[in-house]
């Protein structure tokens, strides 16, 4: 029998974004290049730096590239070592590392953990500078999931980590559709005798989407990911359901939102066709 402290602590197997393309690839380190270690820069050019590590995110993971990835996060390193938007520049290495996560080879263990452990660096940086940043404490919760799926011994210390950086998230960010999107991966993957609950998983995508839907991002610097996830994972949570239909209808919303959405794309909706027919 589980106890309470038990279900309290059980292990978040939290999936950040589900393996984001289940695409393999690449070697080495996600370490920046040397060029990330420039000397600092100005506002208008860390702005920019940031813009342009936000736009490569978004087409790599559209793309399932990794080098790509190691790209973007290239480019937030260098904005990291300006006077401005530093918050940012280490939420978008997290994000990049984040990421990659799903592109590297689950048998190659220590480079998984050795990424893992960089995005959280980087996002606790994040949190140091930002203390409200609610995107930045939603993808720390998330690391620390994705840290207790590879290492399950460690989710009595790295549980209660999880769980009160989703609470400084849903303090600070409410109405993020970014925050719920993760938290849902959270229920979905927990396992039910520790908490976990896929319906439950599906309302909070449900409620990332309309939030999503209701986003304005007035600073385009900021993260806006989520729109076109969110009913990706509307539909993971169907499909797991046999709601083939309700499945296939959500990935082709996603698809609506984003044409390019590759893991959707090419994964996704393939295999709601497959189960369909």
Known sequence: MVTPRASRLGIRLLACQ????????????PMGSASANALPSTTATTD?????????????????????????RALAERAANGDENRALAHYYIGLADFRMINQIPEDDEERREQVIEDAIGH?????????????????????????????????????????????????????????????????????????????????????AARLAEQE??????MPGWGHAEAYAWIGIAHMDAERYDQARAAFEKALDLNPDYGWVKEVLLPKANEKQS
Request: charged share 25%.
């Open 48 to 72: 920019s730096l940031v813009q342009r590590a936000k736009t490569l995110i978004r087409k790599a993971t559209d793309a399932g590239s990794i080098d790509s990835l190691k790209q973007a």
């Open 216 to 221: 304005s991002i007035d600073d385009p610097l």
């Open 123 to 207: 996002l606790k940086r994040t949190t140091d500078i930002d203390p409200k940043m609610a995107d930045a404490w939603a993808l720390l919760s998330g690391c620390y999931g994705r840290m207790m799926g590879m290492n399950p011994m460690q989710g009595m210390s790295l549980g209660p980590k999880a769980n009160d950086a989703m609470k400084k998230a849903k303090e600070f960010g409410p109405d993020n559709p970014r925050v719920w999107i993760i938290d849902g991966t959270s229920d979905f993957y927990t396992p039910s005798m520790f908490g976990g609950d896929k319906e439950r998983a599906l309302e909070k995508f449900e409620k």
């Open 18 to 29: 589900l393996l984001v393309a289940l695409v393999a690839c690449g070697t080495g380190t």
